[in-house]
């Protein structure tokens, strides 16, 4: 996973966009739920730091937002992990990353 991370912030923006939302897919789709949480914990702590530019950075989460709420990760309480994980990790960069953020907490984790 770091090394994918590594490769895709070495990418134009451009690239960076479509790189960072096929990993996404990737990662949600990927068979094996244990790995599941760590993954989008690297991804999304990546994708909010400061090298990356913003614009490239919010279609990701908001593409982790959509596929949450569409239940499209089954297991409740893992869904409920990976959303606190990533409310952690926004918090602190809450105003580049606010509309996100809102979201989430507007449709309120019990509905997660």
Known sequence: MEVQLAH???????DQASGYLSLLSEILSSSDVSTLP????????????DHVNIVVGRPVL??????????????????????DDCLNIIQPRITRFEEQVGTTRHNGLPHI
Do not use: F, G, P
């Open 8 to 14: 895709l912030s070495t990418l134009s923006s451009k």
């Open 38 to 49: 760590k993954n989008v914990h690297l991804l999304v702590d990546h994708v909010t730091q």
């Open 62 to 83: 908001a593409e982790l937002v959509k596929t949450l709420e569409e239940k499209k990760v089954s297991d409740r309480e893992l869904r409920k992990t990976i959303v």
